[in-house]
């Protein structure tokens, strides 16, 4: 039986035979390796092992179940796809962006090329003060390298730093419909609260809020990112950013730009905030990640509670101190923490003591690596500029590629 691929742009044809020996299938990849002319040998494997796994996807081959799944270990190893995300510099970080926003994405890492920045124009849209945009800008970059992303592994930069997100921003405002901008949480909201307040529909909103989905479809189309580690909150956005691409694939039918999918930590979606609310800059119920240890014990004392006594046994399952102790704990901590719940004995004040104990064993020593990228902030911009230079050129291509599509080229 004889086989097409197509590999750059070319028609390939193979013989394929049913394959059960690895003489065949080093036979079969002696000739797709002779097909395929690429620079870089473990490229050539790559490829070869796509091939491969998709003819036998598509029922084209048979291969023995031996030979297929080292092969697939092999591509999946090789093939790593792309976890993408961005934090706005807004203001202080606090657990809340840690627990939603860091850690999941910093575990993304370990499996995935993980490409990570700061939305300093997105943050532009609310922060019309310089030096505060400009220092926040550093805390949040300084946040990220403090809880573990390593610059060598993951590229990170900054928005601004990337040209290319801005041409591909107005390529995309092309396919994007005003009324799915008109659909956006963000802008309804605000919507929302000027005609409760009997003030104009558009007071205050600029642009920036009105079309922020199509920046964050380009932030994300713009390096073919396959996943997108965000909150909750977020998902809608990654939702336009799939129909934004898919419309412009289905108008030039052909896969020009990669449709990325969202990846909700659930076991951390939201994170409660002081009141018990979701932890948000905008409620002001915030715990922040780096404030000194006594500023953070205040923060941990005011957290909302109800006026039940010292005696009175408690639930753990609907309290916030005890939804956040489980976020910083070991299960045995906890386990001994309910147990004192549910005895009755402690009162809120003790069980906030002992949720700071836990909180400060976790923050500390990365409050001391943040404290320390603070104190060289050119050491910092040089870590940011490193990563913009390995992102352009990945940029670049992507947009190149969709001009020339479009016939802009
Ligand atoms: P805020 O609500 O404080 O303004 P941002 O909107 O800047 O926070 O959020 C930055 C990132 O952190 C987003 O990915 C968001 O989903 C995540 N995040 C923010 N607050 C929480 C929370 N309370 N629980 C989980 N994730 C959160
Ligand atoms: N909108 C995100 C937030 O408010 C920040 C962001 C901007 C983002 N561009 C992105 C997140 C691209 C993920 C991917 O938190």
Redesign the pocket.
Known sequence: MTVSFVSRGKVHSLSCPRISTLTELSGLMYAAYAEVTVRHTEIKMIIISRILIRLFITDSIEINRTIYNPLLKRYIVFMKKISL?G??P??DL?I??Y???IRPALELAKEYDARYFIADYHALNTMKNPEELNSTIRQVAAGWLASGLDPEKVIFYRQSSIPEVFELTTMLMAFTSKGLMNRAHAYKAAVQENEEKGADTDAGINMGLFTYPVLMAADIIIFDSDVVP?????VQHIEMAQDIAQSINANYGKQVLKVPQAAVQEN??????LDGR?????YGN?IPLFAPEKTLHKTIMRIVTNSQSVEEPKDPDTCQIFQLYKLFSQAGEQDALAKRYRAGGMGWGEAKEELFRVVNRTIAPIKEKYDAIMADIPALDKILEQGARKARPIAAAVVNRFRKAAGID
């Open positions: 995300t934090i706005k807004t203001g606090h809340g962006n627990f939603g926003a965000v909150g909750k909150d977020q951390a979606a939201v994170v409660p905030g979701k932890m948000s800059k905008s915030t």
